[in-house]
């Protein structure tokens, strides 16, 4: 068994069509931003790192939003993730930056998001990222 651990956000702005979240995806897969800590660095700027590549947004961190986890195989390996989630404010930057991990990356109103994302996870921080939004 292998443990594994990754950070991310949920990146939320109100928009033209009311409150937008930044969603990436690839292959007909739709999810938040996120990815693996790099030597010795901070949980938190990995998250803020990870979105600024994966999504070409420039974030600041509101606040923590909790963690997920899951078990996933690789040949011959059992991987136990944990992933760190923050709740995000886009400070600049633009979509069109993002890196060459996902097809797309674009802002979508929360209820699109709810049904675009690919898993019960994901939609469950989404949750926790508007209960905290609305909360503000």
């Known amino acids: 068994m292998k443990d594994a651990v990754a950070a991310g956000g949920v990146v939320i702005r109100k928009g033209e069509r009311g409150t937008e979240v930044v969603l990436a995806g690839r292959e007909g897969m739709w999810v938040l931003p996120k990815g693996t800590p790099d030597l010795a660095e901070r949980i938190e700027d990995t998250a803020t790192r ?72 994901y939609r469950e921080m989404l949750e926790r990222a508007l209960i905290d939004e609305e909360a503000a």
């Open 50 to 121: 990870e979105v600024r590549e994966e999504t070409g947004l420039d974030v600041r961190i509101v606040r923590p939003l909790g963690s997920i986890e899951y078990w996933f195989a690789l040949p011959r390996q059992r991987v136990h993730k944990v992933v760190h989630f923050f709740l995000m404010e886009p400070l600049g930057g633009d979509t069109s930056r993002h890196d060459h991990e996902y097809e797309e990356v674009r802002w979508v109103p929360v209820d699109e998001a709810r049904r675009l994302l690919s898993f019960d996870t």
